[in-house]
């Protein structure tokens, strides 16, 4: 019985690990075709501009809701430290920098991966289990270059865009923080906010954006263009979209963030 269930268990992991090493494989199959439909005619520029809107405005809102709590929390949780070390006039630096390297691109890519994400993987999934993407390349009409190379662009433009907003949206709500407290003008904290920014700080903000925002669109269209068994695929497409997502957001924060202080200290 003890041998039965080693061997059950030993089966069980082959499988995974097969299942494992299959979507990789297939993941940059997917992402290498990706890169050769890019620059391929005919170019959807309509579709894209559309999918661009649509992201950014499906996310417009929530952005905005949460980029002004974090930055006013923020100030809020940081006060009593630097209140400790008499550091108060620090505060809008401290916004400044820590909302242009981390917190702008790292906030909008955690919110359009759950709203976004799961829905480019939801709505290519339900095109899939329904067999409209069959029926597209009977069309005579190229299914990945229409449905995942614009939505791709499209995610990764609109990220960018929405860190670039919820950069300013955060260090609003900061600045209502410090000014409800200490009654400084609106000059004076950009002023301060802006003296520890460079310009890699700002370049960096702009290729995190936009290495999420191409992750977000491109495992959401890899989890829906794949998605099988049904309405449950579905699900499982939109799901694994955001899960998968959010981990390699992280995978890449730490990678970028590794790079960024090697160059910083060259």
Known sequence: MKQKGQIRRRYIFTKNLDSSLTDIY?????????????FRKPFYFRETVNQTFEIGIRSLGLITITGFIVGFVFVKQSRPSLESFGATSW?????GIATVRALGPLVTALITAGKVG???????????VTEQI????????????????????????SICLLALYCDFVELLGSYMNINSVEGISIQTFLRNAFSSIYFLDIFTNVIKAATYG????MVGCYKGFNATQGTRGVG???NKAVVFSIFLIFMEEFIIVQIVNW????
């Open 134 to 157: 069959d029926a597209m390349e009977v069309s005579a009409i190229n299914p990945f270059k229409y449905l995942v190379v614009t939505r791709v662009v499209a995610a990764t433009v």
């Open 214 to 217: 191409f992750t977000i669109g």
């Open 91 to 95: 505060l809008p630096s401290l916004m």
């Open 118 to 128: 799961s829905g480019i993987g939801a709505e290519l999934g339900s095109m899939k």
């Open 236 to 238: 499982m497409a939109a």
């Open 26 to 38: 297939n993941g940059f199959k997917f992402f290498v075709q990706f890169f050769k439909e890019l």
């Open 263 to 266: 160059i910083r200290y060259l």
